[in-house]
Structure formats: C-alpha cells, structure tokens
C-alpha cells in the first residue's frame, strides 16, 4: 500500500515537471508533441493522462494514472511490443512504416472509432500530411470542454477539470453516454 502511495506522488511529480519544463517543443494549450503515442493516440485526452493530470484519486475516484505512452517509455501493449519496427526505433509514428495501416493497428483503430469516436490511422494520416502543430491544434478544438476550456477525455466525454460528478456517477468509466 505504502508502496502504490509512493508510486503514485512520484507519477504526480513526474508529470508536474514535464510540464514546468522549459524547453521548445510543440506545446499548445492543452496538447504536447511528447503525447502523440507512435499508434496516433492523443495521450493528452486519455482518461489515465487526465486522471492523473486533475489527480482523481484524491477526489475519490477510483482511475489508474498513465503519464502517456512516450513520457514512459513503455512498450505498447497493443501495438509496440509486438512490433519489430517500433521497438527497434526505426520510425517514430506508424504511418512512417511500409505496412501502414498494419493489422493491428486496423484493430485498435476500430475499437477507438467504435468506441471513443476517434481514428487513429486518421490521426496519423493528419500528422503525415499537415504536421504536428496543425494536428495539435485541431485536437485542441475537437476535444476542448465548452465550459471550462479544459481538454475532454477521448474514452468517455467528460472534462476531470469541471465534469467530475459526471466521472463519479458512472457505472463504465471508459465509456460514452449514448
């Protein structure tokens, strides 16, 4: 227990000084280059970034926190570790490898359209043809809370800077209310 505490303030910490940093980067409001996973995943508007980022543990929700998939360095559990090309570092995003869209990346893509109205091949086709700053910028529109400003979350729609007795009440954390 003492252990999962600890994890968790240094996961905190980790992510306070990513974004004290001052260094040129791709940053807008919201959205960082450093977010944008290989797979085309806009880490900036996933429920583990922001619950971490908005620490809603604290607040009583029960949510696993996620620094983004480059912050950590992590293989991929769906794509990275079971990929030769990313794990070797001979591209940065899939949609600089041959066999772009590869099977797995199809899978994923389909289960985020389905799931948490985003693409990620479409994201990564809009990386490759108008750039990371045009991409960030228009993640920054799609998915910023109307009331607050805030960054949306991808997986079920709802802003943890000013939706979270939304968060609280629902049954299925990472799903949208059709």
Known sequence: MESSIRDI???RERYRSRQ???TKRERHENMEKE???PCGMNCAICGGYLALKHDVKSKGIRMPYCEGCRPR???CAFLKKKCETLLNGRINFCYECKGFPCERLKHIDKRYQTFFRTSLIDN???????GMSRFLEAQEKKWQCPKCG???CCHNGI?????LDRL???KKLYRWED
């Open 150 to 152: 805030e960054a949306m």
């Open 168 to 170: 609280k009440n629902k």
């Open 9 to 11: 303030a240094e996961n």
């Open 35 to 37: 977010l944008v996973a």
């Open 73 to 75: 360095d992590k293989k």
């Open 159 to 163: 802003c943890f800077n000013c939706g």
């Open 20 to 22: 004290t940093r001052n």
């Open 124 to 130: 990564l086709r809009r990386i490759e043809k108008n």
